[in-house]
Structures are given as structure tokens and as C-alpha cells.
């Protein structure tokens, strides 16, 4: 799997008017082929990531930082209904998983003006996708932390792993919603752990 470290293809630290440069960045990284992207130590701040038309990620692709304590990725998304990072959705019956992974950072949602004003977005998004990894990440601020499934008709999300996570001052931490039986909402094979590192 090629890899590719985000500043190489452009990303800078620092503050929100980075946004823009490092969504840019992680495109670059994955027209280049990149499937596994590093995000080093440091603040890091990006908006939407838009690849190929389409607001979610290539299949097979890691995203990973040096450690939820060192790499902090900071949302700044223009619409607030794009999630942070949203699994390639596996079409039914075509045999394409997702097979995404997002390890080693902290996620920061949007930040959003105005006292006890409730957060907003997603941050990561696995709703009709298959075979991804969540693994030793924190997540901030956002209206739901992890989306497994939002229920749709005709949607099937599976074998998903969420471990060694925190998922902090989100309205939802979780979302696993499910259809009545027949409409073909399905909730296969995933799991969440939490397992102490200490």
C-alpha cells in the first residue's frame, strides 16, 4: 500500500486558515495513489475532502496520525452536514468493501459561534460501509462521534470495529440505528470494544 505523508503533498500546521491547503493536501495524497496517509505530530485544521466528485474515500484507505496525544486534527467543514471522514458506501451487491481504517488521533468537530450552542456534523461515518476500523482515537464536538448506520432502507453496514476510542461532548456518541424487519437495514458483524491500554 503506497504512503504517503500529508506534508508532501502541500499540508501546513497550524491554524484555521490552513483549512483549505490541507484539504487539498489529502486529495493530492489520494490522486497520487496513496492509500495510507500519515497526519505527523502537531494541529492540524482541513475542511471538506473531496475526491472524485464524491465526498467519501477511496476503498481501502488509512488514515492515521502519530497518537491521539500528538496528532489533533481540527474540522473546519463549509457545510457542517459533510462528515470529518466518511467510508467509501459499499453499493449492494457489488462485492466493493469500504475496508477503511482511522487510527492514532484526536478529532476535533466544528467549532460553532454563540454560547451553549450544540455541535454539529459527524465525525467519522461508516453508515453502509463494511470491513473499517476505528482504533485509538478520540473524538470531540460533534453532533454524532461515530455514525455505524443511520437506518436508511436499503443499507447494509457490517463488520465495523470501533476500539480503545473516547468520544467526548458529542450530542450522539454512537449511532446504530436499525429498519423493521423487511427493508433491508442491516447492522451485521460489527462490534465496539473497549479495551484499557494501562
Not at 486558515?17 to 490541507?22: D, I, Q
Not at 466528485?53 to 491521539?68: A, D, K, S, T
Not at 459533510?82 to 484526536?106: E, M, V
Not at 448506520?149 to 473516547?166: C, H, M, P
Request: charged share 10%; proline share 7%; with cysteine.
Amino acid at each position: 500500500m503506497p504512503l504517503a505523508n500529508i506534508v508532501n503533498y502541500g499540508a501546513v500546521p497550524g491554524g484555521i486558515g490552513s483549512s483549505a491547503v490541507n484539504a487539498l493536501a489529502f486529495r493530492n495524497a489520494l490522486a497520487a495513489g496513496a492509500t495510507r496517509i500519515l497526519i505527523p505530530e502537531g494541529s492540524w485544521w482541513f475542511n471538506e475532502i473531496l475526491f472524485g466528485g464524491n465526498w467519501y474515500l477511496p476503498l481501502g484507505v488509512e488514515i492515521f496520525g502519530e497518537g491521539v496525544n500528538a496528532t489533533v486534527l481540527n474540522y473546519n467543514p463549509i457545510n457542517a452536514l459533510i462528515p470529518a471522514f466518511k467510508a467509501w458506501p459499499t453499493p449492494l451487491g457489488t462485492g466493493q468493501f469500504a475496508r477503511s481504517s482511522f487510527h492514532d488521533f484526536t478529532l476535533l468537530g466544528p467549532v460553532v459561534p454563540g454560547v451553549n450552542t450544540p455541535p454539529v456534523g459527524v465525525g467519522i461515518d461508516l453508515d453502509n460501509a463494511l470491513f473499517c476500523r476505528v482504533v485509538d482515537v478520540q473524538i470531540w464536538q460533534f453532533a454524532i462521534g461515530v455514525r455505524f448506520n443511520t437506518g436508511a432502507i436499503n443499507t447494509y453496514s457490517a463488520y465495523n470495529v470501533l476500539d480503545r476510542f473516547e468520544i467526548n461532548s458529542c450530542r450522539v456518541g454512537i449511532q446504530m440505528a436499525t429498519r423493521p424487519t423487511g427493508t433491508r437495514s442491516k447492522m451485521g458483524g460489527s462490534g465496539i470494544r473497549w479495551s484499557s491500554t494501562t
